[in-house]
């Protein structure tokens, strides 16, 4: 359980697309990111998610709703509203409540406890989008760019991790356009896509559509009541 709940951690957000008449230098679609990222406050998207496990071919197929707010630059909160498979994954920042209504259990713990060790990676994906080359050797995916312009990167960790050997993050030309063309971007999280690839050499594909940025969204969205009769699992 605690495994799959790492992979979401890796929070990427889609935007709208523009194509650029000429392709970017790396330095620049990177620095699109960072500039984007710095200037998140909050984000809520619809998401569909696939996971392929190559030890037994099969994939799990997801989707629902996704929030974020960053109170500081330093700190996040969470929610993820799965309607298929039903469940649903809460943070205020502190906290994390990983709750299965089928199961009638939810699991609760301290975010710090979720990342120690060589999952600390994750967490710095709440609160460290602003500073990739800080973490990650970047380079280009073998396909720069998609059929609408956006940029494929390919970002592999200098610490490694069994959560993550490699993210392949596609990046919204128009962010890349507009940090480009002004040297800044706002009220735009640039990832349109990402594919997580673990030690293992499983694959969790996110898709994100309908993206609102910097909405306001209320703080009382992220904290969870424990439902009666609900069995609490802790680490």
Same mark, same amino acid.
């Given at each position: 359980?605690?495994?799959?709940?790492?992979?979401?951690?890796?929070?990427?957000?889609?935007?709208?697309?523009?194509?650029?008449?000429?392709? /970017?230098?790396? $330095?620049?679609?990177?620095?699109?990111?960072?500039?984007?990222?710095?200037? %998140?406050?909050? &984000?809520?998207? +619809? *998401?569909?998610?696939?996971?392929?496990?190559?030890?037994?071919?099969?994939?799990?197929?997801?989707?629902?709703?996704?929030?974020?707010?960053?109170?500081?630059?330093?700190?996040?909160?969470?929610?993820?509203?799965?309607?298929?498979?039903?469940?649903?994954?809460?943070?205020?920042?502190?906290?994390?409540?990983?709750?299965?209504?089928?199961?009638?259990?939810?699991?609760?713990?301290?975010?710090? /406890?979720?990342? $120690?060790?060589?999952?600390?990676?994750?967490?710095?994906?709440?609160?460290? %989008?602003?500073? &990739?080359?800080? +973490? *990650?050797?970047?380079?280009?995916?073998?396909?720069?760019?998609?059929?609408?312009?956006?940029?494929?990167?390919?970002?592999?960790?200098?610490?490694?991790?069994?959560?993550?050997?490699?993210?392949?993050?596609?990046?919204?030309?128009?962010?890349?356009?507009?940090?480009?063309?002004?040297?800044?971007?706002?009220?735009?999280?640039?990832?349109?896509?990402?594919?997580?690839?673990?030690?293992?050499?499983?694959?969790?594909?996110?898709?994100?559509?309908?993206?609102?940025?910097?909405?306001?969204?209320?703080?009382?969205?992220?904290?969870?009541?424990?439902?009666?009769?609900?069995?609490?699992?802790?680490?």
């Amino acid at each position: 359980m605690r495994q799959n709940l790492l992979f979401f951690f890796l929070l990427v957000f889609a935007c709208p697309a523009w194509s650029a008449e000429k392709p /970017a230098a790396l $330095k620049d679609v990177v620095a699109a990111l960072e500039k984007s990222y710095a200037s %998140l406050h909050d &984000v809520q998207a +619809d *998401f569909r998610q696939k996971t392929v496990i190559t030890s037994v071919k099969r994939e799990q197929l997801g989707n629902g709703e996704v929030l974020l707010k960053r109170p500081s630059p330093s700190s996040s909160m969470f929610r993820f509203n799965y309607t298929k498979p039903p469940q649903q994954i809460i943070s205020d920042g502190k906290q994390v409540w990983f709750y299965l209504p089928e199961n009638k259990q939810v699991m609760v713990s301290p975010v710090v /406890a979720m990342f $120690k060790g060589g999952n600390s990676i994750a967490l710095s994906y709440l609160t460290g %989008l602003g500073n &990739v080359t800080r +973490d *990650f050797n970047i380079s280009f995916a073998r396909e720069q760019r998609d059929a609408a312009g956006n940029y494929h990167l390919d970002l592999t960790p200098k610490t490694p991790s069994p959560i993550l050997s490699k993210l392949r993050l596609t990046i919204s030309a128009e962010a890349v356009e507009r940090f480009v063309k002004n040297g800044s971007v706002t009220n735009i999280f640039p990832i349109v896509a990402s594919i997580i690839y673990d030690a293992g050499g499983n694959e969790t594909r996110i898709d994100y559509s309908r993206t609102r940025v910097n909405k306001g969204i209320d703080n009382s969205r992220f904290s969870f009541k424990i439902p009666k009769g609900v069995e609490i699992i802790k680490p």
